[in-house]
């Protein structure tokens, strides 16, 4: 099993940027794909990125060009990176497997509005 909490969430303006990141705890970190997630209110839950162990990369088509996934396996972290922020980025941000594992933490809420 692995505990994830995510951090770096808050309010910030059209155009603007923040930095999440998702603290990790388990045996499996390491070797284990990990995907940044968002659910806005009123829709379902949504992969944004993921990443593998060994730094591999994928984004969702409304978030390329402006967020970069990385990790640190040394410090069992991973980071969400997120520039020219939209008011559609609005959402509660998870992370979490990929594949997803079926449970879920409380997130970190980013709010882009002007």
């Known amino acids: 099993q692995v505990q994830l909490v995510e951090s770096g969430g808050g309010l910030v303006q059209p155009g603007g940027s923040l930095r999440l990141s998702c603290a990790a705890s388990?045996?499996?970190?390491?070797?284990?794909?990990m995907g940044w997630y968002r659910q806005g209110p009123g829709k379902q839950r949504e992969l944004v990125a993921h990443?593998?162990?060994?730094?591999?990369?994928n984004y969702a088509d409304s978030v390329k060009g402006r967020f970069t996934i990385s990790r640190d396996n040394a410090k069992n972290t991973m980071y969400l990176q997120m520039n020219s922020l939209k008011p559609e980025d609005t959402a509660v941000y998870y992370c979490?497997?990929?594949?997803?594992?079926?449970?879920w933490g409380q997130g970190t809420q980013v709010t882009v509005s002007s």
């Open positions: 979490n497997t990929y594949p997803a594992y079926p449970s």
């Open positions: 388990g045996a499996i970190f390491r070797i284990a794909t």
């Open positions: 990443i593998t162990s060994g730094g591999s990369t």
